[in-house]
């Protein structure tokens, strides 16, 4: 490792939250003159936009010969995109979710993580697991849109932090903003998978760990400056919808693409199937007791997914490392940690569904007494 390196890591990530910014910006443009709402606008569009940064990654690491970092980089960002950045924006502002997100689009994220999970069994993405991830991204796509289109709503004018209004972008500048943001975005992804590489190596970590935890915070840092954004405009739907379809768009597009592509397919690492993909089902499912109570994500919740994903975080670098504490951490973890979180979730899960229920019962109550008011 050199200053090259470290050089090389830095000009990467930058040129990817750059080329970020503006392909968000020209896609959501794009996408808002077409008549499509702020939640598929976040689902489809901007979570295309905000997942490039992961497929050059992913393409670049299958062509350099690095699998690992192509796996652990799509499975580290959806890890990610939940644990750490849903939980900063439920720590910054409780998440509504709407009833779409509760009963098809969350859904689907955890199917496509079960299939992901089913299709890396024998330790290869082939050209079938490619089509069948990516068709299961393109069936979500289209349905999202028929779905949105039916319920588009117009938007007002666009207004500045003063509350003055702001000139529409030209369609013109949203394009331009469109590719110059997918040229930066390569560029910056391969700037960062060779320097991170070559750190990797001379440290003596595994490109999967370099991928699971560096390069994924890295090329997750568009989502996160995204949901942050959508948040301070009060565009709530945004923000989840981008976590939710950038998760899915990863899988399908990031994973399914490249395994298509290239005819050998991609190896996926033995520690990725026995430890981190089962991580990035657990999360996945974890969001549903949550969204489905209250359909709110709180700050409390936010909170135990910051503290989760750093826990993860400590752990791959500990085994990495080979750290005499890792036993020690391991043991709290699985013996105290966990089963905690387990217990609390279950409660939280049974309390709220008996609110509902209670809910529920007084508003049928309350109809049959307006319906018969005799009986009262």
Not at 174 to 183: D, E, K, R, T
């Amino acid at each position: 490792m050199d200053a090259l390196d470290v050089v090389k890591v830095v000009a990467g990530l930058l040129l990817l939250i750059g080329g970020g910014e503006a392909l968000v910006r020209g896609a959501s443009t794009l996408a808002a003159k077409v008549g499509i709402s702020p939640l598929i606008i976040g689902l489809v569009v901007v979570s295309a936009a905000t997942s490039a940064p992961e497929l050059a990654v992913t393409v670049g690491a299958v062509l350099d010969g690095e699998p690992g970092l192509a796996v652990g980089n799509v499975v580290g960002s959806n890890i990610i995109n939940i644990l750490l950045i849903l939980g900063v924006s439920a720590i910054i502002s409780p998440l509504v979710i709407k009833r779409q997100l509760v009963r098809f689009d969350i859904p689907v994220m955890v199917g496509i993580s079960i299939l992901l999970v089913v299709v890396s069994l024998d330790g290869r993405l082939d050209l079938l697991d490619g089509v069948l991830l990516l068709g299961g991204l393109l069936v979500h796509t289209v349905v999202s849109i028929v779905v949105g289109r039916r319920e588009t709503v117009e938007e007002p004018a666009a207004t500045d932090p003063a509350g003055e209004q702001k000139k529409p972008m030209p369609l013109w500048l949203a394009a331009l903003l469109l590719v110059a943001g997918i040229g930066l975005l390569v560029l910056g992804a391969q700037l960062l998978v060779d320097g991170a590489v070559s750190i990797a190596t001379g440290l003596g970590v595994s490109s999967l760990v370099v991928g699971l935890t560096v390069v994924a915070v890295g090329t997750s840092l568009p989502e996160l400056a995204t949901s942050i954004i959508a948040l301070r405009r009060g565009e709530r739907d945004l923000a989840v919808g981008n976590i939710v379809g950038s998760n899915i768009f990863n899988i399908g597009m990031v994973l399914g693409l490249p395994a298509i592509i290239f005819g050998e397919g991609i190896p996926v690492p033995a520690a990725a199937i026995a430890l981190d993909l089962p991580l990035l089902l657990a999360t996945a499912v974890a969001l549903l007791p949550i969204a489905f109570t209250g359909f709110v994500v709180a700050r409390w919740e936010g909170w135990l997914f910051v503290l989760l994903w750093a826990a993860y975080t400590a752990y791959l670098v500990l085994a990495s490392t080979e750290h005499d504490a890792l036993d020690g951490f391991t043991a709290v973890m699985l013996w105290f940690v966990l089963p905690l979180v387990t217990i609390t979730l279950i409660a939280v899960t049974s309390y709220e569904v008996g609110v509902i229920r209670g809910r529920r019962a007084a508003a049928a109550s309350a109809r049959r007494s307006e319906e018969h008011p005799d009986r009262s």
